[in-house]
């Protein structure tokens, strides 16, 4: 019987995907929040992420192990700049798809909502194909989003 590679490989990075998801998810809040009111603090991520502070508090400690963010109790949460270029390259993606579905005729709100799972499971090649498209039929306007 043959293997089907492209399967059993669409798979591993669709996990590989989901372990990143989460860091990059909290870290574009992170930016953002900071950027919006000037620092981010545990609070704002569990109202955000509609969590606990204790799910926010565990998140963190694995972000901060892995050298995304530096924190102490009861302060701020800053990323380092590993966490920095991690929520830029978010950012752009989330951007791009974002515009990629409103350029479809996709309503503003389930765009949104789209966006969070399909941002972190687009290839690098269908991305561009995405910004490509956007670009060439000048569907939506750029934002900082």
Do not use: W
């Not at 302060?75 to 929520?87: C, D, K, N």
């Amino acid at each position: 019987m043959k293997k089907n590679v492209p399967h059993t490989k669409g798979h591993q990075r669709t996990r590989s995907d989901h372990a990143t998801e989460l860091t990059q998810d909290y870290v574009e809040a992170i930016a953002e929040l900071q950027e919006q009111k000037g620092e981010c603090r545990v609070r704002d991520l569990a109202l955000r992420f509609a969590v606990s502070h204790v799910t926010v508090s565990r998140a963190l400690a694995r972000m901060q192990r892995d050298g995304f963010i530096q924190t102490q109790p009861y302060g701020p949460v800053q990323l380092t700049e590993q966490g920095q270029e991690l929520a830029g390259f978010s950012r752009h993606r989330h951007h791009i798809v974002m515009q990629f579905l409103i350029s479809l005729g996709v309503s503003h709100n389930t765009a949104a909502i789209d966006t969070e799972g399909i941002e972190h499971h687009v290839s690098e090649e269908t991305l561009a194909r995405m910004e490509e498209f956007v670009r060439r039929n000048n569907a939506v306007q750029p934002t900082d989003s």
